[in-house]
């Protein structure tokens, strides 16, 4: 089992860049294929990233595709999410996830979740 803690959040200018961090806890983080949702007000949450746990396969829904870049640091147990080019349409809590593969992950099949951290884009 793997608990996620998600920070980084706030308050950013459109156009600007944000990075989001994601803490896990337990030894085994590394076999973990780690990813971001997020949900914005009113809608359903939403696949954004995910990397597997090599580092070598990344994922990326086309909205953020260009403009958002996922990373993790094994040794530091720590996944993250840099952002550039924020539009207010991002603005959404963000959410980290930890899971088994990309397919389910992406499909929300068993995945940990973590608390969330709300990013705001200002016009």
């Known amino acids: 089992q793997v608990q996620l803690v998600e920070s980084g959040g706030g308050l950013v200018q459109a156009g600007g860049p944000l990075r989001l961090s994601c803490a896990a806890s337990g030894r085994t983080f590394s076999s973990y294929v780690m990813g971001w949702f997020r949900q914005a007000p009113g809608k359903e949450r939403e696949f954004v990233a995910a990397l597997g746990w090599c580092g070598g396969s990344t994922y990326y829904a086309d909205s953020v595709k260009g403009r958002f870049t996922i990373s993790r640091d094994n040794a530091k147990n720590t996944v993250y999410l840099r952002m550039n080019s924020l539009q207010p349409e991002d603005t959404a809590v963000y959410y980290c996830?930890?899971?088994?593969?990309?397919?389910?992950?992406?499909?929300?099949?068993?995945?940990?979740w973590g608390q969330g951290t709300q990013v705001t884009v200002s016009s």
């Open positions: 996830a930890a899971g088994t593969s990309a397919f389910n992950m992406r499909r929300e099949r068993n995945n940990y």
